[in-house]
């Protein structure tokens, strides 16, 4: 039978360490110290920021973390490592100095703990390996450091014949580290983590962790079998990143524990900040969020089938399988070609317009037309909102477009530069311009502005935030179509627009006009 | 304890019915006839095309399949649809018509059972929804019909009171159909799923389903679980697709089921198509594949920090968890800026290119500048090799651009052109040529084509294959800088190359001139 479930389990978080071995992540200082900061206002209790004297990177965080430069309010900053080299000593060993020289109070020891992997590929004695531990945490105990012992390839060693796995907990609890058990290939099932922890958690007095990779997809379940069976602290990445399929996903982790089985995590006051830490971070390490995450995910509480979002209207609890608030997320309709009439009444409700019968099959018509052409108009609610007035006759006034050219010169000294020449009426008005950018859209952009911006003073409240371009291919291979999506801003709300073409300088105008027509009608301007 | 464990589990794949509700998926009738190829093509045994009747996307796709647009060797095609209306009767109800008439020998039908949502979101009783399954399933396997009952929300209704689910699984059996427990809200926890599950297993007689939905981040282990609690019937998507966070994985579940646990899913000898299916289908779906999905992700068997690479090296079984050609991936050496100069040599080595030290440091030191600049080699295998070469001082003399000028015209009729003018020399002979494309990039290819086709006609083997935009922010705010990436074929090799600016276009060109660059060399053409 399961030993006693914790009621509190210690969150470390290793996105700066293990997690940035991810495939496609690269980390500057600054992004590694803004991730800790992100880190510490979620709440997590460890923070493990890399491996000092391994790579110069690393080894500048901790010096820089040390100065000042990083003040965690609650969180322990931990340092990885190596234990002592076999056949050295841990007193003269640079990887025990190097961990000294980060100035943290914690540190995490990684030791192998399947006997196949000590003599095969570390090449020395189990017996050496157990010193190699005992050694190495007794020197950093001594020099005042709390320290965890990684048990690597726990797992494997465990599913092995023989029982150094006990050996090696043993040794790790009796030197005064906590060891946290490793499925380092990640190949692990629910039930061999229960019955491979339920065995360590017999052995072990004293606090026991556990560290999953999501190689068989199952490092959420895994993380939480292992807490149902002892386990009080659970290492993983915030939003799963890491080598190969990722690290366990803290995210999920933190929200089933906490949410579902009342388990205590990170401070229940700052659950509802999960989301939004979620996407700051990934913002900062660079990877576009994942609209399907779960609890976090822009999907996640998203729902779409015209059977579920009647039902949704009605009782809104019954689709959910928690409330979104709970961890900072929100419930979303979506409109889809999917979608039937009602879904565009409700939407255009939503948005303040009083759209009769005919105007409503209109739409739909016209959303199919379009999302077969390649639109997404759910990502896009500026220019669905746009496409809704349109229904109704509307027909923005504020400019019409005569012509435009973009020219980009690569120059023979190697310079590039992109100008943009525009050609429109404001009312009665022809107006032409040009500017530079540093890039088609910019340089379009900046020439719209000049254009409208004497008319338009408003327009300089009005920014663009981001661009994105997919290239999409038609699956019968005929030509690829390109989709551009603009995010602005006026400073209290944002809009997203989208543009479709063949042409990306013609997508990408599609999507900047959209952006500066919704920006200007909301600013209450008035077309001449 | 857990029931019998079947030997054998039936994969009931339904990406093109409740897969299709992904968020930003959207399906032609020819994308779906060819994903139910593919699915084929992998073993899956039960195929749901779709619900006939509730759009017209669906109704084409089973009247193309019935006439014989779709020609499935070993699997089962499903028609999905609901049960009878409340206080109505099976023989006049237009979805069991349109069930009919779909011409399928199998059908999955949807029903309640929970007693929360029948009252409060279907407001009938129990009684007559009930009523309403065994009217259906009786009505339908009169017709012919072998029927598959979707129970919705039965785990809800097994944590509510009372013991309603178990009438709802009686009534199920009784009448002849094979009840399959669906988690719709996609919130269970294996260790929930076991005990709901092992109850169902004591009052179900024969075949029994299970459908999980990833909200808990556990759709794959709960999967799993449903399994050893005696569930031989398992239902979800290949990728995971689906509304929310996506339906089950069921590439995951498929490898863990049958290279893990020894239980026959799809036959043995197609498990290696499982990698191969999964792009395919995201192909097909327009979905950029996942590179960390387990088992068929591009990083799934990629390995990265120094530390396990060169464990690797020497025992190739130590870092994972299967053997990735069970699954028909394959072991990856990633370079990164992480890398050291062990894994410069062991890529330059495969690339045969034989480089000196000195060269090997010249490489790892550019590689982090460039990377620091938002180049990414990884996933760019011809733009690496060039850079390698570089390094021994090797110099492209296919051609030597002077300059070039991009064009975008949008005219006063609304007609869009782009064309690309070059000058570049061929040796000492000055060229200049002039084209048009459908946009920036096919416009300067078709340019750079005309000015070297005469001296190189192997380019005419020589194609774009694919490209790829991504704009990439600096977390500091800073200016935006547009990656790209562009894919091509000689027909034998396929590779990769890459371009960073602050330009589009500039970096655009970067990547194609590196390609064509690639492409000659490889064809053995020889510079002058």
Same mark, same amino acid.
């Given at each position: 039978?399961?030993?006693?479930?914790?009621?509190?389990?210690?969150?470390?978080?290793?996105?700066?360490?293990?997690?940035?071995?991810?495939?496609?992540?690269?980390?500057?200082?600054?992004?590694?110290?803004?991730?800790?900061?992100?880190?510490?206002?979620?709440?997590?209790?460890?923070?493990?920021?890399?491996?000092?004297?391994?790579?110069?990177?690393?080894?500048?965080?901790?010096?820089?973390?040390?100065?000042?430069?990083?003040?965690?309010?609650?969180?322990?900053?931990?340092?990885?490592?190596?234990?002592?080299?076999?056949?050295?000593?841990?007193?003269?060993?640079?990887?025990?100095?190097?961990?000294?020289?980060?100035?943290?109070?914690?540190?995490?020891?990684?030791?192998?703990?399947?006997?196949?992997?000590?003599?095969?590929?570390?090449?020395?004695?189990?017996?050496?390996?157990?010193?190699?531990?005992?050694?190495?945490?007794?020197?950093?105990?001594?020099?005042?450091?709390?320290?965890?012992?990684?048990?690597?390839?726990?797992?494997?060693?465990?599913?092995?014949?023989?029982?150094?796995?006990?050996?090696?907990?043993?040794?790790?609890?009796?030197?005064?580290?906590?060891?946290?058990?490793?499925?380092?290939?990640?190949?692990?099932?629910?039930?061999?983590?229960?019955?491979?922890?339920?065995?360590?958690?017999?052995?072990?007095? $004293?606090?026991?962790?556990?560290?999953?990779?999501?190689?068989?997809?199952?490092?959420?379940?895994?993380?939480?079998?292992?807490?149902?069976?002892?386990?009080?602290?659970?290492?993983?990445?915030?939003?799963?990143?890491?080598?190969?399929?990722?690290?366990?996903?803290?995210?999920?982790?933190?929200?089933?524990?906490?949410?579902?089985?009342?388990?205590?995590?990170?401070?229940?006051?700052?659950?509802?900040?999960?989301?939004?830490?979620?996407?700051?971070?990934?913002?900062?390490?660079?990877?576009?969020?994942?609209?399907?995450?779960?609890?976090?995910?822009?999907?996640?509480?998203?729902?779409?089938?015209?059977?579920?979002?009647?039902?949704?209207?009605?009782?809104?609890?019954?689709?959910?399988?928690?409330?979104?608030?709970?961890?900072?997320?929100?419930?979303?309709?979506?409109?889809?070609?999917?979608?039937?009439?009602?879904?565009?009444?409700?939407?255009?409700?939503?948005?303040?317009?009083?759209?009769?019968?005919?105007?409503?099959?209109?739409?739909?018509?016209?959303?199919?037309?379009?999302?077969?052409?390649?639109?997404?108009?759910?990502?896009?609610?500026?220019?669905?909102?746009?496409?809704?007035?349109?229904?109704?006759?509307?027909?923005?006034?504020?400019?019409?477009?005569?012509?435009?050219?973009?020219?980009?010169?690569?120059?023979?000294?190697?310079?590039?530069?992109?100008?943009?020449?525009?050609?429109?009426?404001?009312?009665?008005?022809?107006?032409?311009?040009?500017?530079?950018?540093?890039?088609?859209?910019?340089?379009?952009?900046?020439?719209?502005?000049?254009?409208?911006?004497?008319?338009?003073?408003?327009?300089?409240?009005?920014?663009?935030?981001?661009?994105?371009?997919?290239?999409?291919?038609?699956?019968?291979?005929?030509?690829?179509?390109?989709?551009?999506?603009?995010?602005?801003?006026?400073?209290?709300?944002?809009?997203?627009?989208?543009?479709?073409?063949?042409?990306?300088?013609?997508?990408?105008?599609?999507?900047?006009?959209?952006?500066?027509?919704?920006?200007?009608?909301?600013? $209450?301007?008035?077309?001449?």
């Amino acid at each position: 039978m399961p030993a006693e479930i914790p009621k509190r389990v210690e969150i470390f978080d290793t996105t700066l360490r293990d997690g940035s071995q991810a495939e496609g992540l690269s980390l500057t200082v600054m992004d590694k110290l803004r991730v800790a900061e992100q880190l510490d206002r979620l709440g997590v209790l460890y923070v493990e920021g890399g491996w000092p004297g391994a790579n110069p990177k690393d080894q500048e965080f901790f010096e820089r973390a040390a100065a000042g430069e990083l003040l965690l309010a609650d969180a322990r900053l931990v340092a990885f490592g190596a234990t002592r080299k076999a056949g050295g000593r841990a007193e003269t060993d640079p990887v025990m100095a190097d961990l000294l020289a980060a100035g943290t109070g914690y540190v995490c020891l990684v030791a192998k703990s399947s006997p196949w992997h000590i003599t095969e590929t570390l090449r020395t004695t189990t017996a050496e390996a157990l010193d190699m531990v005992a050694d190495s945490v007794t020197f950093l105990r001594n020099n005042g450091k709390v320290v965890i012992v990684d048990a690597e390839h726990y797992f494997d060693g465990f599913f092995e014949l023989g029982s150094f796995w006990r050996d090696f907990l043993r040794v790790v609890a009796e030197s005064g580290a906590m060891p946290v058990l490793c499925d380092t290939n990640g190949g692990m099932l629910p039930q061999q983590v229960e019955r491979a922890v339920g065995e360590a958690r017999e052995v072990v007095p $004293g606090g026991l962790g556990a560290h999953f990779h999501n190689d068989s997809g199952c490092a959420v379940a895994n993380s939480i079998a292992a807490v149902l069976r002892g386990v009080d602290h659970v290492q993983g990445c915030v939003n799963g990143y890491g080598e190969r399929t990722g690290n366990a996903d803290l995210t999920a982790v933190i929200a089933d524990l906490s949410l579902k089985l009342g388990i205590e995590t990170i401070p229940a006051e700052r659950m509802a900040l999960l989301t939004a830490v979620s996407r700051h971070i990934a913002e900062i390490v660079n990877r576009a969020p994942d609209p399907h995450q779960p609890f976090v995910g822009t999907s996640a509480f998203a729902h779409k089938a015209g059977i579920h979002t009647s039902a949704i209207a009605r009782a809104p609890r019954a689709y959910s399988h928690v409330d979104p608030e709970a961890v900072g997320n929100s419930n979303r309709f979506v409109l889809s070609e999917m979608s039937g009439r009602a879904s565009v009444a409700l939407k255009a409700e939503q948005m303040g317009l009083r759209l009769t019968n005919e105007e409503i099959g209109y739409v739909v018509d016209r959303l199919k037309e379009l999302e077969h052409a390649g639109y997404h108009f759910e990502v896009a609610d500026g220019s669905l909102e746009l496409l809704m007035r349109a229904a109704t006759g509307w027909k923005q006034s504020f400019f019409r477009l005569e012509s435009h050219r973009v020219v980009t010169d690569l120059r023979e000294d190697g310079g590039v530069v992109t100008e943009a020449r525009i050609k429109l009426f404001v009312g009665d008005e022809r107006i032409m311009e040009v500017a530079e950018g540093n890039g088609p859209v910019h340089a379009l952009d900046a020439a719209l502005r000049k254009a409208l911006g004497p008319v338009h003073p408003e327009l300089s409240r009005i920014h663009l935030t981001d661009f994105k371009v997919r290239v999409l291919e038609s699956a019968a291979g005929t030509a690829a179509i390109t989709r551009v999506l603009i995010d602005s801003t006026d400073g209290d709300r944002t809009w997203t627009t989208i543009g479709v073409s063949e042409n990306i300088i013609e997508a990408s105008w599609e999507a900047l006009s959209d952006s500066i027509v919704y920006g200007l009608l909301h600013a $209450g301007a008035v077309g001449r």
